[in-house]
């Protein structure tokens, strides 16, 4: 095994050389052995061996470039990046791109970056609807006095199976289950069909699966859901008097008052919530980008890339993914219009990294499923499942990220002292 390894620039560097065929066919020729120990369930295939063989030499080889470049374990920042894997006569050419963590000067004064704002204040109107709208919410569903068909808004209880190929699916059924239809809330096109419905009526309901569908089995699939409607509903709202707060707060002393104060902090809180989403969060991480210079790794770089090309083209039809792949230099293209992007991205991301770990701002496991149940819980979506779909997915270092930026933007703006 031949390394070499070339400083690119302070935090990059190029490992390049060659392996022996010798070496991977000696390391193929352990792993067979040791197989062969083993019992006959645990045993691999001659291909998944040879694929263990070649990944235990390129971490070797990695390793080795490493040593060679007396580089610091500790402060490498992602996975290797493969720029080129060359079969020659008798060996196997690597060039492989890794990165250390970049310098970022958190001394310098960074608070004058914080945008000037006005904290809001809920107006008596904007909170007399806000408290409307939550006693209608908080009003018991009953059965209509007089039978009608669907329309929508209407509140239906129906039971539901759903089939795929004509076979029912998990997940795909329920009992007594109440929908809004026009919520939107359900699998496009499923409440539209449930318009017109009359009591003890039974309709095939027929559906397509979104294909960014969260569970991948259902994702872009046809299906057939038979769906019959027992009833309507309608919910008459609470009347607002000192009884509904004390049972709303769960306090003896409360008020309409003490849940007019609450509903105005509630109001304030969502407004102000829409001014840093939409004004003072996009000021910030300009303002960040601009006031910090650093190197940043090309190897993550690169990996961020792919991430956002694959979001790109999740969307794409069979015909578009064949033209993509067969033009290289339109894939080129591609990957090229979102390099910036991904640059502002990866340099946010170490900067936010680095100031969180100054000002001693972390984020724990339960916040980030906190803020999921709560996101759940304002889209209309099942709590548990989302969650799921984060670690299935290994989406929660993100939203971990995600959380720490905010904890961090709410710092420098003050929000702790308000």
């Given at each position: 095994?031949?390394?070499?390894?070339?400083?690119?620039?302070?935090?990059?560097?190029?490992?390049?050389?060659?392996?022996?065929?010798?070496?991977?066919?000696?390391?193929?020729?352990?792993?067979?052995?040791?197989?062969?120990?083993?019992?006959?369930?645990?045993?691999?295939?001659?291909?998944?061996?040879?694929?263990?063989?070649?990944?235990?030499?390129?971490?070797?080889?990695?390793?080795?470039?490493?040593?060679?470049?007396?580089?610091?374990?500790?402060?490498?920042?992602?996975?290797?990046?493969?720029?080129?894997?060359?079969?020659?006569?008798?060996?196997?050419?690597?060039?492989?791109?890794?990165?250390?963590?970049?310098?970022?000067?958190?001394?310098?004064?960074?608070?004058?970056?914080?945008?000037?704002?006005?904290?809001?204040?809920?107006?008596?109107?904007?909170?007399?609807?806000?408290?409307?709208?939550?006693?209608?919410?908080?009003?018991?569903?009953?059965?209509?006095?007089?039978?009608?068909?669907?329309?929508?808004?209407?509140?239906?209880?129906?039971?539901?199976?759903?089939?795929?190929?004509?076979?029912?699916?998990?997940?795909?059924?329920?009992?007594?289950?109440?929908?809004?239809?026009?919520?939107?809330?359900?699998?496009?096109?499923?409440?539209?069909?449930?318009?017109g419905m009359e009591y003890g009526e039974e309709r095939d309901v027929i559906v397509t699966f979104p294909k960014d569908y969260s569970a991948d089995d259902l994702a872009g699939k046809e299906a057939k859901f038979v769906v019959k409607l027992h009833e309507i509903q309608e919910q008459k709202p609470e009347t607002i008097d000192d009884a509904f707060a004390k049972k709303v707060l769960n306090n003896e002393t409360a008020t309409v008052e003490t849940l007019k104060k609450q509903f105005a902090e509630q109001t304030t809180a969502e407004e102000l919530s829409q001014i840093y989403m939409r004004e003072l969060k996009p000021k910030i991480v300009?303002?960040?980008?601009?006031?910090?210079?650093?190197?940043?790794?090309?190897?993550?770089?690169?990996?961020?890339?792919?991430?956002?090309?694959?979001?790109?083209?999740?969307?794409?039809?069979?015909?578009?993914?064949?033209?993509?792949?067969?033009?290289?230099?339109?894939?080129?293209?591609?990957?090229?219009?979102?390099?910036?992007?991904?640059?502002?991205?990866?340099?946010?991301?170490?900067?936010?990294?680095?100031?969180?770990?100054?000002?001693?701002?972390?984020?724990?496991?339960?916040?980030?499923?906190?803020?999921?149940?709560?996101?759940?819980?304002?889209?209309?979506?099942?709590?548990?499942?989302?969650?799921?779909?984060?670690?299935?997915?290994?989406?929660?270092?993100?939203?971990?990220?995600?959380?720490?930026?905010?904890?961090?933007?709410?710092?420098?703006?003050?929000?702790?002292?308000?």
């Amino acid at each position: 095994m031949k390394v070499t390894v070339e400083k690119v620039d302070d935090i990059n560097y190029i490992i390049s050389g060659t392996v022996e065929n010798s070496v991977i066919e000696d390391k193929v020729a352990k792993l067979k052995e040791e197989a062969a120990k083993k019992p006959n369930d645990e045993k691999s295939t001659d291909e998944n061996i040879e694929q263990d063989a070649a990944g235990q030499v390129f971490q070797d080889f990695i390793s080795a470039g490493i040593k060679e470049g007396n580089l610091n374990v500790e402060n490498l920042l992602g996975q290797p990046g493969l720029k080129k894997y060359e079969q020659q006569d008798d060996s196997i050419y690597f060039e492989v791109e890794v990165a250390v963590s970049p310098e970022i000067d958190v001394d310098i004064d960074y608070k004058d970056i914080a945008p000037t704002y006005t904290k809001p204040t809920a107006s008596p109107e904007a909170v007399e609807a806000k408290l409307a709208e939550f006693a209608q919410k908080q009003a018991p569903f009953t059965k209509l006095d007089e039978p009608k068909p669907i329309e929508n808004g209407d509140v239906a209880v129906i039971d539901f199976t759903g089939y795929i190929n004509g076979k029912p699916f998990e997940g795909g059924s329920a009992e007594k289950f109440n929908i809004q239809v026009g919520s939107n809330k359900f699998i496009p096109g499923f409440e539209e069909q449930l318009v017109g419905m009359e009591y003890g009526e039974e309709r095939d309901v027929i559906v397509t699966f979104p294909k960014d569908y969260s569970a991948d089995d259902l994702a872009g699939k046809e299906a057939k859901f038979v769906v019959k409607l027992h009833e309507i509903q309608e919910q008459k709202p609470e009347t607002i008097d000192d009884a509904f707060a004390k049972k709303v707060l769960n306090n003896e002393t409360a008020t309409v008052e003490t849940l007019k104060k609450q509903f105005a902090e509630q109001t304030t809180a969502e407004e102000l919530s829409q001014i840093y989403m939409r004004e003072l969060k996009p000021k910030i991480v300009e303002a960040l980008l601009e006031k910090f210079d650093f190197t940043l790794p090309n190897n993550i770089v690169e990996q961020e890339i792919d991430a956002k090309v694959r979001e790109k083209t999740r969307g794409f039809s069979e015909e578009q993914h064949k033209a993509y792949m067969e033009d290289k230099g339109k894939f080129k293209e591609l990957r090229e219009s979102v390099r910036d992007e991904a640059r502002k991205s990866i340099k946010l991301a170490l900067i936010v990294e680095a100031l969180a770990k100054k000002e001693g701002i972390d984020v724990h496991e339960q916040e980030v499923i906190a803020a999921l149940g709560y996101q759940a819980t304002m889209t209309g979506q099942d709590p548990q499942a989302l969650l799921k779909y984060y670690q299935d997915n290994n989406l929660m270092t993100s939203a971990k990220m995600g959380l720490t930026e905010d904890k961090l933007f709410g710092h420098i703006l003050g929000f702790h002292k308000a």
